[in-house]
């Protein structure tokens, strides 16, 4: 439907408030609709407010499908904003590309797609582990030993890992994968304790990463001589793990609650302050959901400065929105732009280590911008680029998924 | 001789089905009842209406006096019956021990003990107490439930078709014994037969019963070979 | 001429006790067998060997020339031998009209049934079955509210809608009045002229009505066969099944 | 792979079996004793655990008395429970797992209401974040524990089913209520006493395992088909509970030992179906009634 | 006289003024979300009919129909998967990612529209013919079946899901562009696509009420009652039970098949114990012993759900839970059963209240 100057964007919140997923996803709610609020008081998007349709995914992919055809076919909206799962996206791309809509996908994944309908915020995995590799291999030592729940997102990330790896000379002496939700690590922690290594790498996630860490200190392992480097283990994790549980492990994100700058200093501080700071701490996920919102307003108004206001499509926002950048201003893990090319985001890692009150201190900020690659370790499936995946024999497919 | 177990106009439902209707009928202490009638006329109904196990029941029991109408099933168990349902009822996963001793449930003074009688008159379950008693064949089930209503130390027995099943010298055991029972003990005993000899060589009085309700009642020589032929042939 | 049913040097235990030990019998076709034997004797378990619903430890059944020791329930119910069960079974969530259609098993492969929807034949000897067994008014009444005696009618409806070549019949007048006793007499009587009956009873006088041949059992083992004033007159019979009253 | 780790992958399956054998004893009870499938068992391990939360965060109750105080205040709920619902559902089997499916889901619902679905910390005695070293065997201490409170446990319900009249009644309500009620039990009110044990039960489960992993709303959902998994392969009794749990935690341990996690779970589905095609009533389940 | 609920003649009418009431929702409405909302309501409709045949009306309790369901959900995802790759680019891409350079051998079959539908039906039908062949063979019933079906339901999963480079892991498959037949292609948001689905339900309701009337439902019937008794009466219980277990999961299999026609994709959670469980919810809720009932069953849950869910956001599953509570104590057959007594109220004075179920029996045998 063509917009109309006056009468509100609407855009679609896409996530689970019930059921397992609602742990980080009923989060990203919050803060878009912080976000939202935070736009619309300072004169909205394109001069119009933006009107969030909020909708409860029940963690469920047939509902994620069925919201998404809903809020395209029915409610209309102008883009979606959604999913924390790889899953759940896979179950919504379909009907986004079939739609030629646009879909802002928040937070870390494993890439290796390259649609012509999506706008990533969060760290690729090559982004993630980039530093924390060299980091820890060159802090605690050359052995290594790879946890991971079982999925796709943890095993691409260690291929990435292994390559940044064998650059800093470490040698990989173990790689495990927990069931998904799985709460039982004592098998695991056996085979490390066999394997002795000098650190452990995980991307364990969700509800089992806070039984890893917790078993983990049960089983009598130490955190000075063996700590976790992990590439999920946020704010929210260590509090409910307990900081006694959390302390002294690491963690690679672009983003930390205690990041040092007036941006993120106010932000915290509004969030919190604001009606849906009820859950008491924002997080490395929270605020890359955070920055799709202004990626949107950013994207949005460039597409209506090119086609005009009542033209601005779902296509057009996407096709105006390569290198759009959030600046320190605004962003508070500091600059970031879109690249051009694969619509991932050009971001700085960082690595924490957490406290004895559950909080991060950054030990090290990567010096320059790092690159988003969604197929760094598929050179030969060629690069994504926006139009689509330019193979190797110069071929263009589209909806790589 | 006084009045141990009233019938006052009592109709008895499944669901919404009245089987018994305007039942009533009086029995002595230390009296043998027999109740008799026709295949579905409502003889075991009689008797679970008795231990209140029908959906719904109008009209007053009494026992001794006291109302019974509105008392759940276990509570009416402590006033003294003890029940020989039809099919036996016997526990399968309970040994033949734990069977006997589930009558002692419902003791009047709680004794978790097998009282010797039950033991002396069936000698098969004396022998295989640890049985399990699903195991057993039909005929040694029966003696069992006799057994187990026994244990309760009861001062009615309801015995539905006790002797079923039973083999014809047990059959002529079981008869003696429940003559001593109620002879030698003071047992009442409500029974239903269809064996118009047994009744009147046990009974001291009958009632007959058809399409749920009482059709004759009295003194055991007051049934008649008419009456029999009236409400027993088919 | 060799019988119908055959049971030769039958043997079953269970852990450690024998409950059959070593029986043989014969039934002749056409004629009325009575099975008869204090409790526990192994009456039951014998028909439970013979429908296979258990298998025995040793031993051979064979029914009609045909091995039967090692088949299914189904296969043997389906070679044509008929079981009423001492507790009577009959489909308690089904109505009795039902119970009766189901008995009447002339085509019993799934895959057939499938399409069929009104089985030839059903009609009249339901009707015909169904007054015999004095059932006739409850046929639309759910099985399971039946009485006892309603009950074994029904069940002994069953067996004779299979119309089996061999009918076992465990206490089948248990719980009934004189007059239904004398009329299961007829109806058995008349059952002789198509088919073989074996009859458990403890009711003598039933026996006596009926009996062609009895057969006794004692802890598992044949006492005794013969007619019945044999077997009446047979002092270890009386001893440990009839005693001197009934005998009397 | 020496025989140092091997053996304690053989420590390792004892716990674990532990574990998966404290969450399905609750279940055991109620669907062994009154033959109710609780879909809410989960929930109930959940509400153990949140209890222990809400003790400990607003009474300040040391973490080894919340666990008896879960126990109890979960026992309160289950017998609510049977009350208001359960008990008229006794002669239905299969419409209680729906039932008890929709109180799972209202229970669920609920906590997250009143506690949000963020997780939630459990303080355990810095003792409990230990291990015990017995030359090249160790073990954590918090297992070690888990392991006494589920042996007390089985112990004290074995005692109550098998030494007490109380046992007698429960076993006899279970195979023909209205024989039971006809000697003078009062089945009703032991079907609310078992109900309320296996739920109390539970909560002692949900109490260890918030130490164990998390307290989250959905927590419950992952132990509750593994419960039932146990019970029904082990009969329904609770010997068989406690073998099929020794067996299938002692071989998950052992195959993760060998190859992985997710491997092992799948041989463990597979060896319980080709078990059951083989046993198909379950462990030590007693041969059925005769006609 | 009697109920009219149960009269056959009555029963066959108001199959045929709902179908041909939903056949004609395309012409009024013209709503592609709808539509295609619709259609995805019919797969969870088959799903529940398949579990009322099989449950309800065979009485073998299946908390793994997911199995049926989710295989043929695969075999269609794959064939779909398949007809978008080329000669140049024969392999799925995320089968690239996970370092596999050649098509497994499985997959190869699938690169024929026709073989992959085919397969898609046939294999889910047979495991479910073999498996239940042993099983049933081998005497499991009640809820001993029903927690091997279980198991078997998670072992599937965990397989699928941990056999990434074949199955795509958690992530599933989700093949880019939609089904094509014969070069035409099947937009999942069209009257074409309703009206398929549409289609295979009538199908297979008239199947299901037909095998629920003839002689194999009767003696199904008797076998959930008793199945002990029935075996005496001369019919191979294991043989009946495999069939409608069978064709049950043959019907799961066509949901899945078109599910994944709809939504263009599959993944584990299809496979997920909770999903198999909510068709048992389904079934129950509508009745499970009728077969409308319990398709209006999966129809109001998810149309509740889909509709109430966002306007009582946080409170949806207390009012799903209180309302499954609620009609399982009260309406043990499901909601069905409430048209029953309705019209049973009508009919002329019922000489016996005809009880569901019949909470008291006589004397029960031990
Ligand atoms: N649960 C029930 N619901 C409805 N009707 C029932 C129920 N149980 C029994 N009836 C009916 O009540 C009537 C009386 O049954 P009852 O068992 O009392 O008969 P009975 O006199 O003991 O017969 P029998 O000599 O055959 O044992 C029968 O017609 C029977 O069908
Ligand atoms: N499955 C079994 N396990 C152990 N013992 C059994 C089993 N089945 C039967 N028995 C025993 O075998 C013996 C014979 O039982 P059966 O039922 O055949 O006797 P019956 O002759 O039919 O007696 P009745 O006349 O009392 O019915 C009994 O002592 C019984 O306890
Ligand atoms: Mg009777
Ligand atoms: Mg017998």
């Not at chain 1, 469920?60 to 959604?82: C, P, Q």
Request: proline content about 4%; glycine content about 10%; overall charge neutral.
């Amino acid at each position: 439907a063509p917009l109309k100057k006056g009468e509100p964007i609407k855009v679609g919140l896409l996530f689970s408030l019930t059921g397992a997923l609602a742990v980080p996803e009923e989060d990203s709610t919050l803060v878009l609709q912080y976000a939202f609020d935070e736009i619309n008081k300072n004169g909205g998007v394109g001069g119009v407010p933006v009107e969030p349709v909020i909708v409860d995914a029940k963690s469920d992919f047939g509902v994620y499908s069925e919201k998404t055809k809903e809020l395209i076919l029915r409610e209309k909206v102008t883009a979606l904003f959604g999913c924390y799962t790889s899953a759940s996206r896979k179950a919504i791309l379909p009907t986004v590309m079939q739609r030629n809509h646009l879909l802002y996908y928040p937070t870390c994944y494993e890439g290796a797609e390259c649609t012509q309908n999506t706008i990533c915020t969060g760290p690729l995995a090559n982004q993630h582990s980039q530093d924390l590799i060299p980091f820890m291999v060159e802090k605690f030592g050359k052995k290594v030993f790879f946890v991971g729940s079982n999925y796709v997102w943890p095993k691409e990330s260690n291929k990435n890992a292994k390559i940044w790896l064998e650059k800093a000379g470490g040698e990989l002496v173990g790689e495990e994968y927990i069931p998904l939700g799985s709460s039982e690590f004592g098998p695991v922690l056996g085979k490390i304790r066999d394997a002795k290594p000098d650190f452990i790498f995980s991307t364990v996630v969700g509800a089992s990463d806070i039984a890893f860490h917790k078993q983990f200190k049960q089983e009598g392992f130490k955190v000075d001589s063996m700590p976790i480097a992990s590439l999920t283990t946020g704010e929210i994790e260590t509090r409910a793990m307990g900081a006694e549980f959390g302390a002294g492990h690491f963690l690679s994100a672009p983003y930390f609650q205690t990041l040092d700058n007036p941006t993120n200093q106010k932000f915290v501080e509004n969030f919190l302050k604001s009606k849906y700071g009820k859950n008491g701490t924002t997080h490395y996920n929270m605020e890359e959901t955070y920055l799709t919102a202004y990626v949107f307003k950013a994207g949005f108004e460039k597409a209506a400065a090119a086609v005009g206001f009542e033209n601005v499509t779902p296509r057009a926002i996407r096709d105006n929105s390569g290198g759009i950048r959030v600046e320190d201003n605004i962003s508070p893990e500091g600059l970031v732009w879109i690249d051009e090319n694969n619509f991932n985001t050009w971001l700085k890692p960082k690595i924490g280590q957490c406290q004895a009150d559950g909080t991060f201190k950054i030990v090290k900020a990567a010096a320059e911008h790092v690159k988003p690659d969604p197929y760094s370790i598929y050179p030969d499936a060629g690069t994504c680029t926006a139009t689509g995946l330019k193979g190797p024999d110069g071929k263009l497919r589209t909806n790589v998924i | 001789m006084s009045t141990l177990l009233n019938f006052d106009n009592v109709t008895s439902y499944y669901g919404a089905t009245r089987i018994l209707k305007d039942f009533s009928f009086e029995m002595q202490k230390g009296e043998c009842l027999c109740v008799l009638g026709r295949n579905g006329v409502g003889k075991t109904t009689l008797m679970r209406t008795i231990m209140g196990l029908t959906d719904k029941s109008t009209g007053a029991i009494r026992i001794n006096g006291t109302e019974l109408t509105g008392k759940a099933p276990y509570q009416r168990a402590t006033y003294g019956l003890g029940y020989v349902p039809q099919g036996r009822g016997i526990l399968s996963d309970f040994t033949v021990r734990e069977n006997i001793l589930l009558g002692t449930f419902a003791r009047a003074d709680k004794a978790p003990e097998i009282p010797e009688l039950c033991l002396r008159i069936f000698p098969y379950l004396k022998e295989n107490l640890d049985r399990r008693a699903g195991l057993l064949s039909g005929g040694q089930k029966q003696q069992l439930a006799i057994a187990r209503a026994l244990a309760v130390g009861p001062q009615i027995l309801l015995l539905d078709e006790p002797t079923e099943g039973i083999q014809p010298n047990i059959v002529h055991e079981i008869g003696e014994i429940l003559k001593m029972l109620n002879k030698e003990l003071g047992i009442s005993l409500i029974l239903t037969e269809q064996h118009i000899k047994v009744a009147r060589k046990l009974g001291d009085s009958f009632i007959m019963v058809d399409n749920g309700r009482v059709v004759a009642r009295g003194p055991i020589e007051d049934m008649t070979d008419e009456l029999v032929e009236r409400h027993m042939t088919i | 001429m060799p019988g119908l049913l055959e049971i030769h040097n039958l043997s079953k235990s269970f852990d450690a006790t024998k409950v059959i030990n070593d029986f043989s019998m014969e039934v002749v076709e056409g004629t009325l067998c009575c099975l008869v034997g204090p409790n526990g004797a192994g009456k039951t378990t014998t028909m439970d060997l013979v429908t296979g619903r258990i298998k025995p430890t040793s031993g051979k059944v064979i029914f009609a020339g045909e091995d039967i020791t090692a088949k299914h329930e189904h296969v043997i119910a389906r070679a044509g031998i008929g079981r009423k069960f001492q507790v009577p079974a009959v489909l308690r969530d089904l109505t009795v009209r039902q119970n009766l259609e189901v008995a009447y098993s002339r085509q019993t492969n799934p895959f057939w049934n499938l399409f069929k929807f009104r089985k030839a034949g059903l009609k009249e000897k339901l009707d015909e079955i169904a007054t015999l067994g004095g059932l006739s008014g409850r046929l639309n009444e759910r099985a399971g509210i039946l009485s006892h005696g309603e009950t074994q009618w029904l069940e002994i409806s069953m067996v004779l809608m299979q119309e089996p070549r061999l009918l076992l019949m465990d206490e089948p007048i248990a719980g009934m009045t004189e007059g239904e006793i004398e009329k299961t007499a007829r109806i058995f009587k008349d059952l002789r002229k198509t088919a073989t009956l074996i009859v458990v009873e403890h009711d003598m006088g039933f026996v006596r009505e009926i009996a062609d041949v009895v057969t006794v059992m004692h802890m598992g083992s044949l006492l005794a066969t013969g007619t019945i004033s044999e077997i009446e007159a047979d002092a270890r019979v009386r001893d440990v099944y009839l005693g001197e009253k009934e005998a009397a | 792979m020496d025989i140092g780790s091997l053996l304690n992958a053989l420590i390792l399956g004892v716990s674990i079996a532990s574990i998966w054998l404290i969450a399905a004893l609750g279940l055991t009870i109620i669907y062994g004793a009154a033959g109710v499938i609780n879909m809410a068992h989960g929930e109930f391990i959940m509400l153990g655990a949140y209890s222990s939360y809400m003790l400990q965060y607003y009474f300040g109750l040391p973490y080894l008395l919340c666990i008896p105080a879960s126990f109890v205040i979960v026992a309160a709920v289950g017998l609510v429970l049977e009350r208001g619902l359960i008990q008229y559902l006794y002669n239905r089997p299969l419409d209680t797992l729906l039932a008890t499916y929709g109180v799972s889901l209202v229970l669920m619902q609920g906590v997250r209401l009143i506690f949000g679905s963020d997780p939630k910390y459990l303080a355990a005695p810095a003792l409990f974040s230990s291990n015990i070293s017995l030359g090249f065997a160790s073990v954590s201490t918090f297992r070690v524990v888990i392991l006494l409170v589920t042996a007390l446990c089985v112990l004290g319900i074995w005692l109550l089913f098998y030494k007490t009249r109380f046992g007698v009644q429960v076993r006899a309500v279970m195979q023909n209520k209205e024989m039971a009620a006809s000697f003078g039990i009062n089945s009703s009110r032991i079907y609310m006493m078992t109900f309320a044990l296996g739920a109390g039960l539970a909560g002692v489960a949900g109490s260890l395992f918030g130490v164990l992993a998390i307290v989250l709303p959905t927590m419950g959902a992952s132990y509750v088909v593994q419960a039932f998994l146990m019970v029904v392969t082990g009969g329904g009794s609770l010997a068989g509970t406690v073998v099929a749990s020794g067996v299938t935690g002692q071989l998950q341990s052992v195959f993760a030992f060998f190859s992985n996690d997710t491997f092992a779970r799948f041989l463990i589905f597979v060896l319980i179906v080709v078990f059951l095609r083989f046993r198909p009533q379950g462990l030590f389940a007693q041969a059925g009634a005769r006609r | 006289m009697g109920n009219l609920y149960h009269n056959k003649t009555a029963q066959w009418l108001v199959y045929a003024a709902f179908f041909i009431g939903l056949a004609l929702i395309p012409s009024f409405v013209d709503d592609a979300f709808l539509l295609n909302q619709l259609a995805t309501y019919g797969v969870y409709g088959m799903l529940a009919l398949s579990i009322s045949l099989c449950w309800g009306f065979g009485g073998i309790l299946n908390l793994g129909q997911g199995i049926a369901f989710g295989l043929g959900a695969y075999g269609m995802a794959m064939t779909m998967q398949m007809q978008s790759q080329s000669e140049s680019n024969p392999i799925p891409p995320f089968m690239l990612n996970n370092s596999l350079d050649a098509l497994p051998w499985f997959w190869e079959p699938f690169s024929n529209t026709a073989a992959g539908l085919f397969l898609a039906i046939a294999v889910p039908t047979l495991f479910c013919a073999i498996f239940g062949g042993i099983m049933f063979r081998a005497r499991v019933s009640g809820p001993f079946f029903a927690i091997m079906t279980l198991a078997m339901l998670s072992a599937f999963y965990t397989i699928i899901l941990d056999r990434q480079p074949y199955t795509g892991g958690v992530n599933g498959i989700t093949p880019p562009s939609a089904l094509q037949i014969a070069g035409v292609e099947i937009d999942p948001y069209s009257s074409t696509a309703y009206l398929t689905v549409l289609g295979i339900l009538v199908v297979a309701t008239v199947v299901a009420k037909l095998i629920t009337q003839s002689s194999f439902g009767l003696v199904t019937q008797a076998i959930r009652d008793d199945a002990e008794r029935v075996r005496f009466l001369g019919y191979s219980v294991a043989g009946y039970e495999t069939m409608i277990y069978t064709v049950s999961g043959m019907i799961a299999a066509f949901a899945g098949c078109c599910l994944v026609m709809l939504v263009q994709y599959v993944s584990p959670a299809q496979m997920d114990v909770s999903f198999s469980l909510s068709m048992v919810i389904w079934a129950a809720i509508g009745g499970r012993l009728s077969l409308l009932g319990s398709m209006c069953g999966a129809f109001l849950i998810m149309g509740a759900q889909s509709y109430l869910g966002d306007t009582f956001l946080a409170t949806w599953l207390l009012i799903l839970g209180g309302f499954f509570i609620i009609v399982v104590r009260f309406l043990p057959n499901g909601l069905a059963s409430l048209l029953e007594s309705a019209l049973g109220l009508l009919a002329s004075k019922p000489k016996t209240s005809a009880e569901p179920n019949g909470d008291a029996k006589p004397v029960p045998a031990e």
